[in-house]
């Protein structure tokens, strides 16, 4: 069983950056694709950002317009979400998810492990 911990998370301004991570338990081979999802009040869970642990497939949001980075540590088993010029359409509850794959995948479906989530919230 992984178990993903994100941090990270907090109240910025408009304009502002945080940076998010996800560690898992371990250094595990269970799992070879991460992903960022964000969950706004009201609204459905959407993609943000997936990489691979080896850096050879990243996705992005069409959303994002580059304001949004994720990259991993090289004891692989920390990956980020670095997020600049945030607004207040970026306030939600952000999780990472994780599993084993040869795709990064855009739907909350595709995943197999989750963390509990760390709430972001933009002030305008």
């Known amino acids: 069983q992984v178990q993903l911990i994100e941090s990270g998370g907090g109240l910025v301004q408009a304009g502002g950056s945080l940076r998010l991570s996800c560690t898992a338990s371990?250094?595990?081979?269970?799992?070879?694709?991460m992903g960022w999802f964000r969950q706004a009040p009201g609204k459905e869970r959407e993609f943000v950002a997936g990489?691979?642990?080896?850096?050879?497939?990243?996705d992005y949001a069409d959303f994002l317009k580059g304001r949004f980075t994720i990259s991993r540590d090289g004891a692989w088993n920390t990956m980020y979400l670095q997020m600049n010029s945030l607004q207040p359409d970026d306030t939600a509850t952000y999780s990472c998810?994780?599993?084993?794959?040869?795709?990064?995948?855009?739907?909350?479906?595709?995943?197999?492990?989750w963390g509990p989530g760390t709430q972001v919230t933009v002030s305008s």
């Open positions: 998810a994780a599993i084993r794959s040869i795709t990064v995948g855009r739907s909350a479906d595709h995943y197999t492990y």
């Open positions: 371990e250094r595990t081979f269970i799992i070879n694709i």
């Open positions: 990489q691979s642990w080896n850096g050879g497939i990243t």
